[in-house]
């Protein structure tokens, strides 16, 4: 069953901290039970290398208890989380992906030599990886998301669109949202990063070294249907179910997955 349009149209709540320009919770999107998923439980992000003294503050005010990095090495590297409380617990879920490669695609861009078409593929073929090679570290994933002790939770990747947002969606899943509701969550990316996404491709004609155009830049930082729905088609070729993907890749029972809908459903 489908949620209203009206249900959907102001989430997802989006926090407005000085560091992270994609960071927003889960909360609030409606479930198939009729009810819906609780508040402060579960945030999504870009990387939390530049939270500042305030956004300490903030995460301390919402009572963040564990932080989840689907970050690959040299992106840690370059970028480490500053997370100041030692009481916050970090996990670190390596996404490898090639269509993630921070660095690569970096590179990719600055010499030109990848187009809006370019990122787009990319894009998708990660997206089929997320399915068919990294399932065990969305597996690792949920076994964090049982223990209630760790709750609230933030994860993130590096610009918390794609890693993210296929744990994102995942997670709603899981919690009895409408497919509907998924796509609304993963597609408001380009809504919540507008500002910052036009600055940076605003930003390349003023800068010599860089060859990419303005669209492949666009491309490669936004978020596009096709990109998620290439993910459940892998699935749905490979597992023939949601389900079995939950209980075959994903480890996830039904008992497990009773036991999520308990912590992230009101």
């Keep these: 069953m489908s949620a209203p349009r009206s249900q959907l149209h102001d989430l997802p709540v989006q926090l407005d901290l000085d560091g992270p320009n994609n960071f927003r919770e889960l909360g609030g999107y409606p479930l198939a039970s009729g009810g819906c998923f609780k508040r402060n439980r579960l945030y999504r992000s870009d990387h939390l290398a530049n939270l500042s003294d305030a956004d300490q503050r903030v995460f301390a005010d919402l009572g963040i208890k564990t932080v989840i990095d689907f970050r690959g090495e040299t992106e840690r590297e370059d970028n480490p989380d500053r997370i100041d409380d030692p009481a916050i617990g970090q996990f670190w879920l390596p996404l490898r992906a090639e269509g993630a490669d921070v660095r690569k695609l970096r590179r990719g861009l600055e010499n030109g030599t990848i187009t809006a078409v370019d990122a787009q593929n990319y894009l998708i073929q990660a997206n089929r990886e997320f399915v068919r090679r990294f399932a065990p570290v969305y597996a690792q994933f949920f076994e964090i ?54 600055g940076i491709v605003e930003g390349v004609g003023d800068m010599p070294a860089v060859k990419a155009s303005g669209e492949a830049v666009r491309a490669m930082m936004q978020v596009r249907e096709e990109y998620l729905q290439t993910a459940f088609d892998t699935i749905d070729e490979d597992y023939s179910s949601l389900d079995a993907f939950f209980e075959g890749a994903l480890k996830l029972d039904e008992t497990k997955r009773a036991r999520i809908r308990s912590l992230l459903c009101a």
């Design 145 to 198: 998301l049982l223990e209630p002790a760790h709750y609230p939770i933030v994860f993130h990747c590096t610009a918390g669109k794609d890693r993210a947002g296929f744990a994102a969606a995942l997670a709603l899943l899981v919690a009895g949202a409408s497919r509907e509701a998924v796509f609304h969550d993963y597609l408001a990316t380009n809504h919540c990063t507008a500002h910052y996404v036009n």
